[in-house]
């Protein structure tokens, strides 16, 4: 059996034959969504930053360099979808999967993925993220502290969990689609769900601001969704058999 990184080193090559679509999709992604972040910025403003708080730029390109993170971020999660459709062609060749998935089945799946992700940045954006800033507006008040946030800090905080719970929503989705492909098998997502915990409690460590409250907001989710998605790969297999 090939070691991991054999597998990665298959993974690569065959990402690298795409190289060009995948880039041109990022830059797409960047030009267009670069249009369109003055109005962006302005909503977010408006949406989310508590009463009494006060928005600042602590540098004279902050700004701009915020909002070629934000187009370049936009692109790159463009060319994702793109990425992980090379990424399993491979693995179906490498691993000799003979039963693809119907035309009908990848229709609803992908349907349910792009649902699921637009309802994870909505349950961020309009319900989570305002109580969530409005209680530390409120604890930090407490303490006798005046809000002034960099704009870079801010955005940059409503924009990865805006994300990452996106993606926390597409956890069943992917888990399904691995166990109706052959890829993993329901008992080994079942044997290794202790690992994976840990592994999602670092991701969210990484990806979020430091302090625990954005952490533990980023890192439940997942582990929720986790879940869910093994009972409904099980549920999948069970009929199937």
Do not use: N
């Not at 949406?47 to 701009?64: C, M, Q, R, T």
């Amino acid at each position: 059996m090939a070691s991991i990184s054999e597998e990665l080193g298959y993974i690569i090559e065959a990402i690298k034959k795409k190289i060009m679509l995948i880039v041109a999709v990022i830059f797409a992604g960047f030009f267009v969504s670069f249009q369109f972040l003055d109005p962006v910025l302005l909503k977010i403003k408006q949406d989310l930053l508590p009463e009494g708080a006060i928005l600042i730029y602590v540098s004279p390109v902050e700004v701009i360099m915020l909002k070629i993170k934000m187009a370049l971020l936009v692109g790159i999660t463009l060319a994702i979808p793109i990425v992980c459709y090379y990424v399993y062609k491979t693995l179906k060749v490498r691993f000799g999967i003979r039963d693809p998935m119907k035309k009908s089945h990848f229709i609803i799946l992908l349907s349910s993925a792009i649902s699921l992700f637009i309802a994870g940045t909505s349950y961020a954006y309009f319900l989570m993220l305002p109580l969530i800033l409005r209680y530390l507006h409120y604890m930090s008040s407490a303490a006798g502290v005046a809000a002034t946030y960099s704009i870079h800090e801010f955005v940059s905080f409503v924009s990865i969990l805006t994300l990452i719970l996106g993606i926390s929503f597409e956890l069943p989705i992917v888990l399904v689609f691995a166990v109706h492909s052959g890829l993993v098998q329901i008992d080994t997502l079942k044997e290794y769900r202790r690992y994976i915990y840990v592994a999602m409690f670092v991701l969210a460590a990484i990806f979020t601001p430091p302090d625990v409250v954005s952490q533990l907001i980023v890192g439940f989710p997942l582990v929720i969704f986790y879940e869910i998605g093994i009972i409904v790969a099980g549920f999948i297999a069970k009929r199937r058999s």
